[in-house]
């Protein structure tokens, strides 16, 4: 079974410049999530996707920030413009159903760099 | 809210040794835990997890995790560490009233041979 796959795995931009991540989920999960994690510190969720509709994006900072997972399928992540405290790993994961005791699958990450 | 914390940066082992990461939680409703582990430039790679059922959960890698209700905790441990058990592991909780997972700050283990 192929697992989450993002890319790019490593994107270096300027501060208040644009850049998007792709994910492409577990086939089948109907779930789909988008981390941040800073260095030193444990993932944090930015948004979650059931299908093609957001269940929270509450910590996702909405006036740079964006997704969206139009055919219920792959997802995008985007930020613009980018502030360097956006360096971080963003990781894309994936589960079968939106229950609490679902496992959760991660893809590799992106490596964001703004300088 | 949960709350999920591994009191320990880092654990430092021989190989061979008996390795334990140790993780407290708080959560209102009942908890959900599970452990992560994450080798450099890679994602984090699922390991084991707690639902119900028998205190003592057995995951991938030899690795198996003890649920403590009364102390709320969810130690990994595993009985005889590898050099290539070297890694970061991070331990996870969800509430059953709320299904957001929250992270731990992650314990780096080296193990040495």
């Known amino acids: 079974e192929a697992g989450v796959a993002q890319s790019p795995r490593y994107k270096i931009i300027e501060k208040r410049q644009s850049v998007a991540f792709w994910c492409n989920p577990i086939s089948g999960h109907a779930t789909l999530y988008w981390y941040q994690q800073i260095l030193g510190q444990g993932p944090k969720l930015l948004i979650q996707?059931?299908?093609?509709?957001?269940?929270?994006d509450s910590q996702l900072p909405k006036d740079r920030f964006s997704a969206e997972r139009l055919k219920g399928v792959d997802s995008t992540l985007k930020i613009q413009p980018a502030k360097l405290e956006d360096s971080a790993v963003y990781l894309c994961?994936?589960?079968?159903?939106?229950?609490?005791?679902?496992?959760?699958?991660f893809g590799p990450g992106t490596r964001l760099t703004v300088l | 809210a949960q709350s999920v914390a591994q009191p320990e940066d880092q654990v430092n082992v021989a190989e061979g040794n008996p390795l334990t990461v140790k993780c407290t939680y708080s959560v209102s409703g009942n908890p959900y835990l599970f452990w992560y582990v994450q080798y450099p430039n890679r994602g984090l790679q699922f390991l084991l997890k707690y639902i119900t059922g028998d205190n003592l959960v057995k995951g991938s890698y030899g690795f198996e995790a003890e649920f403590n209700k009364s102390q709320t905790s969810f130690h990994l441990k595993k009985p005889s560490a590898l050099v290539s058990d070297s890694a970061l592991y991070f331990c996870?909780?969800?509430?059953?009233?709320?299904?957001?997972?929250?992270f731990g700050a992650g314990t780096t283990v080296t193990v040495r041979a």
């Open positions: 996870a909780v969800r509430d059953s009233n709320d299904y957001k997972l929250s």
């Open positions: 994961a994936s589960s079968l159903n939106v229950g609490a005791t679902d496992t959760q699958y």
């Open positions: 996707f059931q299908n093609n509709g957001v269940v929270d």
